[in-house]
């Protein structure tokens, strides 16, 4: 494990690629207009450069997050709680002030109505959403002691239905899943109560969600877990006669450790054990997202980008695309292993996509080469 993470394995990627120097930094979120990439850097900067011209400008020196509405406009939320959005290519007025000690995440619904995560509540319309405090808005799991605020999510997720997803990953105490029904008000914080009969009730998603992405009435999350071994799964959500349901074949990427073999093939000697293991893929998910120009599902992993083929309901086949021999960074909480190193990816069209990388700035694939941006 520790050799196939190694930095100094190789430093190329499968496909050509350089690095272009812009503001010598790494960031924590981007948006895409065109060819125009907005990101909030690690040091709390909203930017602004060109793919191709490799036009750069700052925006402003006080940013948290950054989110893209249906108008292709760019709202941001500061550290002081102001809402801005754009008016002009660099221009952003104030459209509301909150009020929290940290603000975590900004989003827009399917109305372009702006929500705001922070460690006082859910800021949506004007109102404030604050959970119970026994949940796991306030403590993760294995933990013994609550925070006095709301703590940050690891993935937040809002889905075409106005469902705000949040995930903890626990590491090796697993992670738990909450919602907020936005058209409801309503807080969810027990998936698998038996008295739920609708969405998001009664379906199993594995703890450590890296990713989400919706097509039409179907829900894809790839969920993964490092601690020794790896562990994780693409599921596969669809709507059925109203409601949703998990695919049975959901787990069609399943990773299975040398110990659980051993429980499976008691009598087989160490170097049976070891031929069996490579016969599981073993992969390190990380998020998955839809193509709209292609109408496709791609997901990214520690071997590199793929393209998800469904040649049955349920079934599927995967198609390699290219892979970034970017750095990773070990150290996660609550388990042995390393941070995911691509966080998120978007296609601008058929052929190009936009990543997120932890340590080597946000990538740009244009179909034959990579440009890093840092």
Known sequence: MNLFFAQTAIKQDSVFAKKIEIFNTNYKEFEVVGNIVYAVTKGDSLVRFNLETKKK?????????????????????????????????????????????????????????????????????????????????????????????????????????????FAYDAGEWGGDVCFFDLQNEKFIYDIYDNNGSEFP????????????????????????????????????????????????????????????????????????????????????LGPIQFNPFNNSVYYYSNFGFFKLEEFDDCIFLKKFLFKPWIYWSDGLSDAVGYQMNVTKFEFISENELVFLTTNNGIGYYNGTEVKYFQ
């Open 57 to 165: 400008r700052i925006l402003s020196k006080s940013a948290v997050s950054l989110v893209k509405n249906a108008n292709s406009e760019i709202l941001f939320i500061d550290k002081k709680g102001n809402v801005c959005k754009q008016i002009k290519a660099n221009k952003f007025e104030v459209i509301n002030s909150l009020k929290a000690n940290l603000f975590y995440k900004i989003l827009v619904d399917n109305h372009d109505e702006v929500v705001v995560f922070s460690d006082k509540a859910i800021h949506y319309k004007k109102s404030e959403y604050i959970p119970i405090f026994d949940s796991p808005f306030y403590r993760k799991a294995g933990r013994r002691k609550r925070s006095d605020f709301l703590i940050p999510a690891d993935f937040l997720f809002l889905d075409k239905n106005n469902y705000l997803w």
């Open 201 to 284: 009730y009664n379906f199993f998603i594995g703890s450590g969600i890296k990713g989400i992405t919706s097509v039409s009435e179907t829900i894809y999350v790839t969920s993964s877990k490092m601690h020794f071994y790896l562990s994780g799964d693409i599921s596969k959500i669809k709507k059925v006669a109203g409601n949703y349901q998990i695919c049975d074949n959901n787990s069609f990427l399943t990773r299975t450790s040398v110990d659980t073999l051993r429980n499976w093939y008691k009598n087989d000697t160490e170097e049976k054990l070891k031929e069996r293991q490579k016969s599981f893929i073993e992969e390190y």
